[in-house]
């Protein structure tokens, strides 16, 4: 089994994802999901990562083996850097947005 079919097993066992979630959840066949968990998933798209990478709350570089770390690392011009794990895409967002407008970095401006 290679690197990205056991990250994609273990993530899926510790997040109760079944087979048919990621089945269901990517619009693919059950057999593709199968051939990426036996090792073959040199064949998956950049949708389908992105996609499988944000249901297992994980990062698509992290899915695919290129960092080991498995949460976002959130910068604005690659300063402020925030590293969030365990967590969706949005809900990191949401969350680095509250720090920088409490740290004064950022500010809403406008009306309702």
């Keep these: 089994m290679d690197k990205i079919s ?3 097993t273990k993530l ?9 979630d990621i089945s269901t959840a990517l619009h693919v066949p059950n057999t ?3 051939r990426w968990l036996s090792g073959d998933a040199r064949k998956m798209t950049r ?3 992105i996609t499988l990478s944000s249901l297992l ?3 698509p570089a992290y899915l695919m083996g290129w ?12 300063e402020n850097e ?6 969706t895409k949005s809900e990191a967002i949401e969350m680095y947005m509250k720090v920088l407008l409490e740290k004064g970095i950022m500010k809403i401006v406008g009306t309702d």
């Design 6 to 8: 056991e990250r994609i």
């Design 12 to 20: 899926m066992s510790d997040q109760s994802v079944t087979e048919g």
């Design 32 to 34: 593709r999901v199968k």
């Design 47 to 49: 949708g389908e990562i």
């Design 57 to 59: 709350s994980v990062s």
């Design 67 to 78: 960092e080991d770390f498995k949460g976002y690392v959130l910068t604005i011009n690659g």
């Design 82 to 87: 925030m590293k969030v794990m365990n967590t």
